[in-house]
């Protein structure tokens, strides 16, 4: 079965600093990945996925993920946090192609502080 | 584009009152989902559907819980009757054939007392 496991509860980071938040994924095949922003009172926004191709993958908001075949994770990245990147943020991945549901991690709180 | 489309985006009820919540999918779209969110267990699927057929609804809790997609532009979440551990965010989602990412509606926030 896929799975997938945010290690932080929270991160909490400096405005103007690089920012990470972690994800590790389980799968029997080959992995579909994707990370979710959800603002307060708000539902998910699509960030970015890796499906193939480069293992860096660029997405809204000045955001990037690499992808790590070797230690299964797919780690969000920042060059520079915002307070306003404060969120709740979800990896989420999937073994099969197409449309199938999305399996999500627990969640990892980013607050950014000024 | 107006998105995924949830209604009511709050619901308070008590417990074995009959819940509703509806969704419009974005205009096209081929699947919809159900997800429901809550503190203890995270995101996770109720059912599917694909062009307006269930195709899995392991995730639905209990006969309590029926979901039914009579058009390709409106789908609801029927819940009856309700009880207070049903209490969620409850998130419909859709996508386009061909395509990987879903795209969420904002969701819908019920609290059952």
């Not at chain 2, 985006?9 to 417990?15: K, L, S």
Request: hydrophobic share 35%; net charge neutral; glycine share 8%.
């Amino acid at each position: 079965a896929q799975s997938v496991a945010q290690p932080e509860d929270q991160v909490n980071v400096a405005e103007g600093n690089p920012l990470t938040v972690k994800c590790t994924y389980s799968v029997s095949g080959n992995p579909y990945l994707f990370w979710y922003v959800q603002y307060p009172n708000r539902g998910l926004q699509f960030l970015l996925k890796y499906i193939t191709g480069d293992n860096l993958v660029k997405g809204s908001y000045g955001f990037e993920a690499e992808f790590n075949k070797s230690q299964t994770s797919f780690h969000l990245k920042k060059p520079s946090a915002l307070v306003s990147d404060s969120a709740l943020y979800f990896c989420a991945v999937r073994e099969a192609p197409g449309n199938t549901p999305l399996v999500f991690g627990k969640g990892t709180r980013l607050s950014v502080i000024a | 584009d107006a998105g995924v489309i949830q209604s009511p985006r709050h619901e308070v009820t008590e417990m074995g009152q009959e819940v509703t919540l509806r969704c419009k999918p974005i205009s096209g779209h081929d699947y919809l989902f159900w997800y429901r969110q809550t503190m203890m267990r995270g995101l996770e699927l109720l059912i599917y559907f694909n062009n307006n057929v269930p195709i899995d609804d392991s995730g639905m809790p209990e006969d309590r819980f029926s979901a039914k997609m009579p058009n390709a532009s409106f789908s609801t979440l029927k819940i009856q009757p309700s009880e207070p551990r049903d209490s969620a965010v409850y998130f419909c989602a859709s996508s386009l054939i061909g395509q990987e990412t879903q795209y969420f509606g904002p969701g819908t926030r019920l609290l059952v007392l």
